[in-house]
């Protein structure tokens, strides 16, 4: 299967730059993917879209605020995204313009924090060495969110940090770790989970922590020649029982995102889901037969990304390309600020 068949057209005024004034306004493109029937709902419906047999999985991973610029010993600026602290003081980040930053500059950031550059890698990727262990907290005062390049911003722009900074996460985020949010969840409120919790839904959550891999673009010509960068994903033992019992009761798994899709998928072995912290490259496109996801909540994805191989799989992939085309046609809303749909 060729990458170019994940393609499709997207007028820009489509990609939605700002998110909606509460979480729950959001539209909601119901598929049913035996039928291929859609329907035209609005998130805040979603509990008529649940039973009490269901399971919810969460994705509760927390996004860093990884983005932020420092200042090399001539003046210049330059814009580093931290990707993952690789080992004691020592920051895996890309940078742009990445031609400024070569080996051995020194970069200084905001309240003395200064790091060094002491590996060069492709692609803009860089290593900094730091003497301080508190880049976290520097991350977390001066820090804005890792929003996705297609959303435009000025640079500093205090106001919209804060609010980015507050909506670019899931109101049950709990545990640092990801560069980049789970976007399926930013649509939920507090309300509409107690609201899902009181139906008797049963609610769990893991851990993936959202990398390089979830938008890493395809470059590759054919789908099967791609390989996806590790990400690190968590599961506790009572989240894996409680999806364990359920696969054997035949109770269905209502995924909430790729990511919760490519933990629980990756997780499964032996016929039980591990609990753990554990490593994935799975990479889910058409031809791939699906172990424990039975529905699934997620965005609108790039044309040619592993998001949308992978939804296609779930749906399949003709079903996929014309639910694409309703939405542009009904002008929803697209990717991380996006609307949703959901696949039953």
Not at 85 to 107: Q, S
Not at 156 to 175: C, G, I, N, P, S
Not at 280 to 287: A, D, K, Q
């Amino acid at each position: 299967m060729l990458v170019s068949d994940f393609d499709y057209d997207l007028p820009i005024e489509l990609i939605a730059q700002t998110p909606l004034l509460e979480r729950d306004q959001s539209r909601m493109l119901v598929l049913h993917k035996e039928s291929g029937e859609i329907i035209h709902s609005d998130f805040s419906d979603i509990p008529e879209y649940l039973t009490k047999e269901d399971i919810l999985v969460l994705n509760s991973s927390k996004v860093i605020p990884a983005k932020i610029w420092g200042t090399m010993e001539d003046g210049r600026s330059i814009e580093f995204l931290f990707l993952r602290e690789e080992k004691n003081g020592i920051w895996e980040v890309l940078c742009r313009p990445a031609k400024k930053a070569g080996l051995g500059d020194k970069i200084f950031f905001s309240k003395g924090f200064k790091g060094q550059i002491i590996e060069i890698g492709s692609e803009g990727k860089r290593w900094l060495q730091f003497h301080s262990k508190d880049v976290v907290t520097l991350l977390k005062r001066e820090g804005y969110a890792p929003l996705p390049p297609y959303i435009k911003r000025r640079k500093k722009d205090r106001v919209l940090r804060d609010m980015d900074l507050e909506r670019y996460q899931t109101v049950f985020a709990r545990r640092d770790g990801s560069i980049a949010a789970p976007t399926a969840g930013l649509h939920f409120t507090p309300q509409i989970i107690k609201k899902i919790k009181d139906m008797g839904v049963m609610v769990c959550k893991l851990s993936l922590d959202v990398g390089l891999a979830t938008f890493q673009p395809v470059r590759a010509e054919k789908v099967e020649d791609h390989h996806m960068l590790a990400e690190t994903y968590t599961i506790n033992p009572k989240t894996a029982q409680v999806i364990t019992n359920a696969r054997t009761e035949g109770q269905p798994i209502f995924a909430v995102g790729t990511t919760s899709v490519r933990a629980l998928e990756s997780a499964f072995e032996g016929g039980a889901i591990r609990s753990g912290q554990f490593s994935t490259h799975l990479f889910i496109y058409p031809g791939y037969e699906f172990k424990v996801v039975d529905k699934l909540l997620t965005n609108f994805h790039l044309p040619r990304s592993t998001l949308l191989m992978l939804v296609s799989a779930f749906a399949g992939f003709n079903l996929i390309k014309k639910t694409y085309q309703e939405a542009v046609c009904q002008k929803y809303r697209f990717y991380s600020y996006g609307d949703c749909m959901l696949i039953i």
